[in-house]
């Protein structure tokens, strides 16, 4: 590609290397070690995302437009007027993952440093902070030991609450190649069956919340069998005998971690077995170990394993916590948690806060963590934190209890927001400003195996849309530490990011990349992706590490820490008798603001479905497709049921996507917890008191409109995709179809004034449909279906195609009435980037006899692009077969 511009991807983790030209056409860069040049199928549709339409493009003042200058002027005196009357502990930043380091370091120097509030805190709360407080418990410091290789060098991996499959795709395809050649052995840790486990040797479905039981008796057998490292632990770590003993009273006999986990005992046995006797394990684990409220302790049950066998820093050895967000890591490093300093150094470090001081010439540096995110709303509500900046986070979805966070927020006197597009947090803001985003700006990312990567522009920013640094830079200039806040270009912070992690280091702190603190803007420029650390002087890119101890604690040991086994914060009981399971879906990226502009990434699932084992579904009389009501002690939402045995019972899982702009249903974060773990302050997400029950439905329809709406009608579910030239909802009606239909009609698609009307009702078959046009052109239509009636709803796909072009006159009267509408719905798409669907890969693979997922690529070329379907492939070939032989 000739003029590509390199860059990464700004969704997960794994930080894949892009490609990237002006008019949006991209690929996965060969060159990138993290990817060598795949994208999975969100990453392979960026360009697709990079039309301004629906962008902020000015800084909006209480709901009106203002200029940049009296927009900034008015934040900093906002924060200066309410620190002087009641302190710096009363403002607070909340930002995100999904900042660039740049962004990073000048929010945290902003606050910490120059405001003396330790109240920022960032979205890696909800993510990433029980991984940090094991690792800093274990290691001394928040470092993850481990590179991507290993995965492929390791003879077993053991997934741990991780969907890899769909979460961390290329990674995932990596694992997979690699046990093609090598035969490793899979066991996939999740009470869920996942597209991930579907492909393991072993597949444990726990009780929620479990793993520390198990990891509990994994330390036991592994004393109790002699797998013991005694001479390593000798030499490189402590609190090994604390740490058995406590196992061992948590995880007596493997029936007492049957009885915990809900494990059959040979189940557990063979898991146990097959770590003990694999010198090259690796343990992966994710979201299932860190939103918990025994977080940390699970983290650290993972990590004692690793310790007490010495698996760790070698080859296809050691613990490996993967990062959600593409710059996770990056914040870590910059330190934006409440509870961190800059640059691995924390406030209980003797010495770290006067080093800091310094360097910053910050005499006001906070001399205390701040608030946790969760604690951070809830002082907004008691008026503790009377003024906030939200940055790149949409925590009016993300954050549990999201009304109380919504109410948090119209209770906080000054709300800033700097975002992209509009979300439910924008609305509430007091402040917008609209930041620059992916392909606009430019400044660095750090990846799950500690890989430092440049993001760099290929497109200008639409409208007056920034960069976040250089807002956050102008209002600490506007608080008048202009000194301070003076960097030209986001390079000029990066140099003083890199000084700061070699300041008075002298080996002490594992996070060191002096190397890059005399770099120039060409050197900026050019900056190949390099894995730290990289100290001043260093010849070569950090590697893994630990291997030989040399951890940073002050004994340069590592420790085993005591994991005592603790239930769910809150247990199912008579009246929720539930527990609602919260995560991810393959094609959609958090709260949607960006895949969900896409059509082809909705076709994998163009509802939010609440999912139920099988006996859930029957004792409930719930049916795939029907409604079924949620309750749990936070609040309430009606959403479509599906049902997979891979569910376990009394489990119902919800994606965590969609939102108010996309579903009646609203965010599932409405309905979830704030149980947090007491070390990291991480909420559990993942295991809230659960009350459900199905309602019936009455009628479905669809509606097809060029711009997105959202009908507020009683009883009605209805969910939002994009398609070319509109938007498709889906409706499910739980009240009756009323007598007079006409007024429903007109309050859910709301006909533009001189709109011509077109309609066929046919109300013996339960059907009616309803055309708009506006100068010859499809304006909306609504298709409306009295369940049980004769007639059926048309495809999605068929449908929309109506907004294509302009209907001449003679064509109108049959408009709602053509062959393709008639048809049946068409099928769910499995791979989205050749849009191949499952009936016909089903059809493929018995028609020609088909027994490998290749195949399968040769006849359909699904699977053979991104590969994210390639787990999906392979369970219709075992389905397909089954069936055949049944
Ligand atoms: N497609 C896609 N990929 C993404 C993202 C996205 O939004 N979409 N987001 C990125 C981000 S920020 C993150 S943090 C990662 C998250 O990546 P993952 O952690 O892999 O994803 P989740 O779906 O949140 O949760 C993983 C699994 O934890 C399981 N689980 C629930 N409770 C327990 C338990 O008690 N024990 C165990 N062992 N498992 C449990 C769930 O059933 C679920 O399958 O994904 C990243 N990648
Ligand atoms: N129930 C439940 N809740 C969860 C989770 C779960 O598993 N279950 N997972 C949690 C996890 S792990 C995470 S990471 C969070 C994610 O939750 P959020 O961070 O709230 O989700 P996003 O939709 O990624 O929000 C990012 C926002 O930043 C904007 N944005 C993108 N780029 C930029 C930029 O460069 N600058 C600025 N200023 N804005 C930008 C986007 O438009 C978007 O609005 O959700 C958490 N919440
Ligand atoms: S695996 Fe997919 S989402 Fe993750 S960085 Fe690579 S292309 Fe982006
Ligand atoms: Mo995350």
Redesign the pocket.
Known sequence: MTGAVRTTCP???VGCGVLAQKDGTLRGDPAHPANKGRLCV?GAALGETLDNNGRLLHPMVGGARASWDSALDLVAERFRATIAEHGPDAVAFYVS?QCLTEDYYVANKLMKGFIGSGNIDTNSRL?MASSVAGHTRAFGADVVPGVYEDLEEADLVVL?????A???PVLHGRLQAARGERGTKLVV????G?ATSSGADLHLA?A????VALFAGLLAHLAGTGRVDQAWVAAHATGFDAALATAREAAPTLERVAELTGLAPADIARFYALFAATERSVTVY????N??AAGTDKANAILNCHLATGRIGRPGMGPFSVT??PNAMGGREVGGLANQLAAHMRFDTPGAPDRLRRFWDAPNLATRPGLKAVELFEAMLSGRVKAVWIMATNPADSLPRADRVRAALAACPFVVVSDCWETDTTRLADVLLPAAGWGEKSGTVTNSERRISRQRPFRTAPGEARADWWMLAEVGRRMGWAKHFAWEAPAAVFREHAALSAFENDGTRTFDIGAMATLDEAGYATMQPFRWPLPAGARQEGGRLFAEGGFPTPDGRARLVPTPFRGLAAAPDAAFPLLL?T????????TMTRTGLVPRLSDHAPVPSATLAPADAARLGAAPGGLLRLASPHGEAVLRAAIDAGQREGEV?VPM?WTDAFTSAGPIGRLVGAAIDPVSGQPEL??TPLRAEAVPVRWRGLLLHRTATRPAEPGLHWSRVPVAAGHLLELTGAEPLPAEIAPLVDRLRAAPAGAEQIHIADPARGSWRFATLLDGRVESCLFLQREGGRASLPSGAALAALLDGLVAEAARPGLLAGRALSAKPAERNVCACFGVGVATIRAAILDRRMTTVAEIGAALSAGTNCGSCVPELREILRDAHADAAA
């Open positions: 969704y997960c983790g969100k993952g993510c741990v609450g991780s969907n890899l769909w979460c961390h840790i999740d009470p869920r996942t726990l929620p919340g479990s793993d994710s979201q299932g170990v939103q918990s959600g967000q399971n995560g991810r879906l393959r094609d959609q990226w958090h899982f996507h993942k295991a």
